[in-house]
Nanobody
Framework: QVELVESGGGLVQVGDSLRLSCAASGRTFSSYAMGWFRQAPGKEREFVAVITRSGDYSYYTDSVKGRFTISRDNAKRTVYLQMNSLKAEDTAVYYC?????????????????WGQGTQVTVSS
């Protein structure tokens, strides 16, 4: 069983930066792509970013392109989400998830393990 634990969320102002971390258990961490999703009050969980097993490629939802960067350190079994130029609309609970071997990176149903989430609040 895989355990994912997010950290790094908090309360910041518009324009500030945060770095989220997701620590993973398991010896096969490097065998899976990893993603970040977020869920705002009253809205469905949405895709934010995903990174491939080796970290060579990453993909982002349009609303965060140029502002967020996903990265991973396989030796530390950790995936990160660097968030810059934060906007009020970025406010949400952010979740780390492990990608299943098949299916589109865009859909939450294609991820098989999830963390409990970390709250990010951006005040305007």
């Amino acid at each position: 069983q895989v355990e994912l634990v997010e950290s790094g969320g908090g309360l910041v102002q518009v324009g500030d930066s945060l770095r989220l971390s997701c620590a993973a258990s398991g010896r096969t961490f490097s065998s899976y792509a990893m993603g970040w999703f977020r869920q705002a009050p009253g809205k469905e969980r949405e895709f934010v970013a995903v990174i491939t097993r080796s970290g060579d490629y990453s993909y982002y939802t349009d609303s965060v392109k140029g502002r967020f960067t996903i990265s991973r350190d396989n030796a530390k079994r950790t995936v990160y989400l660097q968030m810059n130029s934060l906007k009020a609309e970025d406010t949400a609970v952010y979740y780390c998830a492990r990608k299943s071997p098949v299916g589109s990176y865009y859909y939450a149903k294609e991820y098989d393990y999830w963390g409990q989430g970390t709250q990010v609040t951006v005040s305007s």
